[in-house]
């Protein structure tokens, strides 16, 4: 086996025209098109670093409108429960001093009655004290007859409660 120069000139030769060939019409479009999806790639990664930071602020946010709608709420709660509790004490308050005036006012047509009571009882026994006495006149009254005047009177005023 002996060594050829020639056929490796050849060889050479063929293989700078196929490098020339691929350079100017296959690895040019080739390494433009890796170049470019590198950019893409590189671009792309740049939105995902851009959208996750951009998340975590809109989660920062999304933290501070949680918290402030809690305080809110637990503000409004604090405020109800705050409000029932002084219209509880006003509710009662306004029943007690009600009952209050109805007792009193109870009071005062209890002692009207009462006064109206003793009032007719007063002219009840002035008339039969007249009755009496002039049942008395009438007639000269014994022992006997005073015990049963006595008695129907007692009768009488019984009979008329």
Known sequence: MSFVWENFVWAILAFL??????QKYAFGPLFDVMEKRRELVQQ????AANSRSQ????VEEQKEALATARKDAYDIIEQA???S??????????AKSE???LKEEA???IESEKNKAVAALREEVGNMSVAIASKILEKQVDEKDQEQ?????????GGKQ
């Open 44 to 47: 792309q990664l740049d939105e």
């Open 17 to 22: 025209i196929l490098y020339f060939l691929l």
């Open 85 to 94: 509790v002084r219209q509880a004490d006003e509710i009662i308050g306004g």
């Open 55 to 58: 998340a975590q602020v809109y």
């Open 81 to 83: 429960k705050q409000t």
């Open 99 to 101: 009952a209050v005036r």
């Open 107 to 109: 009071a005062r047509d």
């Open 149 to 157: 005047l006595v008695g129907q009177y007692l009768k009488e005023v």
